[in-house]
């Protein structure tokens, strides 16, 4: 005779073994997991072979250089795609500003590998801050690169090329100077950049310089020296060539006193 307690045990077994997850199963989550670190081990590898980025934008108004966002992302763009990696750029929010803030963009970033799948990254946030010559529409589209440009840089740990590079510094110039140069390709290629923006900038001021002149004997006042630009050149001058181009058109021109005296003088003619 069986008893109760005996049947009620092999009850219990029996259950316990249909509610038993599969082999199947508890095999698939480990899967995950591995694909997950071949994926950041792949990432640590893009970011221990990724180089310097070299700063060669300069803000002419400011006076700073600056490690352009094209730069940072074919940088990044090269040490991903050499270990298998890319990566994705998902759906994006624009979320207005409240008050005086400025509009956020934000956008979801994920890194795919050729061979082991999709990791989500989250999402990053860039501010959209329109400006004079800058309307909504290129602002977004700036702060899009951006955004992409300093993720990389995060994602990859891309450094600057010289010492004292913080968006909110001011001595960028001073440690950029004080930093020793050591010999070598890149070097000698930023150095020489460098000098060639330096004489483009001593030429731009010469020549709006010379183009103040030229206002002053026209007797063009500053309000309205921008738009006496547009009237004579017919655009915006932008660059070197353009601001050249303005100062021989505006020496053409005659001055009003010279203006004045030829009047008068074809005046004093016709009279009887």
């Known amino acids: 005779m069986v008893s109760t307690s005996t049947v009620e045990t092999k009850t219990e077994r029996q259950r316990a073994k249909k509610t038993k997850p599969s082999a199947k199963r508890d095999r698939s989550a480990p899967t995950v997991d591995r694909a997950a670190r071949a994926i950041l081990a792949a990432l640590n590898a893009a970011t221990m072979s990724a180089q310097k980025v070299p700063r060669l934008g300069h803000n002419a108004l400011d006076n700073y250089d600056y490690a352009t966002a094209e730069d940072m992302i074919l940088e990044a763009k090269k040490h991903l795609a050499e270990h298998g990696l890319c990566v994705l750029a998902g759906p994006t929010q624009l979320r207005p ?133 547009v009237r004579v050149l017919g655009r915006t001058p932008v660059g070197l060539r353009d601001l050249s181009e303005l100062l021989t058109r505006l020496k053409a021109k005659p001055s009003p006193l010279s203006s004045a005296s030829s009047a008068s003088a074809v005046h004093t003619e016709v009279t009887p």
């Open 97 to 229: 500003g409240v008050g005086d803030a400025p509009a956020i963009l934000a956008q979801q970033f994920s890194l795919l590998h050729k061979k082991h799948g999709e990791l989500c990254l989250g999402e990053r946030e860039w501010p959209i801050v329109p400006g004079d010559g800058r309307p909504f529409d290129k602002a977004t589209a700036a702060a899009h690169t951006a955004l992409l440009a300093y993720f990389l840089r995060d994602l990859l740990q891309l450094a600057r090329t010289e010492a004292g590079t913080s968006l909110d510094g001011n001595d960028r110039d001073a440690a950029a100077a004080a930093t020793p140069r050591i010999g070598g390709g890149r070097s000698i290629i930023a150095s020489a950049t460098r000098e060639k923006r330096r004489r483009a900038r001593d030429s731009e001021k010469n020549l709006l310089a010379a183009i103040t002149r030229e206002y002053d004997r026209l007797q063009i006042f500053e309000e309205g020296r921008g738009d006496e630009s």
